[in-house]
Every structure is written in C-alpha cells, then in structure tokens.
C-alpha cells in the first residue's frame, strides 16, 4: 500500500516541525511556509499530494485565500483540505466547511487528534 503523501502549509516552522514528528512513519509529509511555495508544489508532475494541512492564519494569502485557489481549480477540486487554526472561533469553522474544507482542527492538537482526522479524510 503507498504511504500517503500530505502537504502541510504553515507560517510557523515549529508548527511544521511538531506535524512532522507525529506523523513520521505513517505519512510522507512535506512542509511548506507559504502558499506560493506550497502551489508549485501541488503543480509538480511528480508530486501527487493525497491531502494539504493548511493553516488558517498566515501573512500575505490567508489560508482561506489558498483553500479557494485549491477548489476553483479543477487539479485540485477533489483534494481534501484540512484546516489548522489556533482560533476556536465557530464563524471561522463554518466558513471553512463553506469554502470546502474537509476538516477544522485547532491549535494546539494532540497526535491522536491529527492522525485521526487524517486518516477519516484519507478514506
């Protein structure tokens, strides 16, 4: 069975750092701090990324921002987005689901929690 392969786009590398850890050996995990690096990479031929981990919060393109890129292209319409946020707001949580996104975590997460909601949405 192919190890799936997540994207996670965060502006925070100790964020990114913590994603990679709990998920090592499970998942093959690239990490990325801004949405302009994590496009190119969702648009390599050789790269097929099975789900993104997208932080709501971050400088220049919102993570909103990016997620509406994602669906509006058909490359991408049907790849889950898993939002990471550290505000527990439920307007926010609402207007992720609106948008598309598979899934809402909030910051801080525990493994359990990560892994869990990735493997649903990997289903």
Known sequence: ???????????????????????????????????????????TDDLKFDLVLLDVDMPHVSGFEMLKMLKGNPNFQDLPVIMLTGNADHDSEIKAAAAGAMDYIVKPFTAEVLKNRLRAALK
């Open 1 to 43: 069975m192919k190890t799936k392969r997540i994207l996670a786009v965060d502006d925070m590398p100790a964020v990114l750092d913590i994603i990679k850890v709990l998920l090592r050996g499970e998942f093959e995990v690239f990490t990325t701090n801004a949405v302009n690096t994590a496009m190119k990479l969702l648009e």
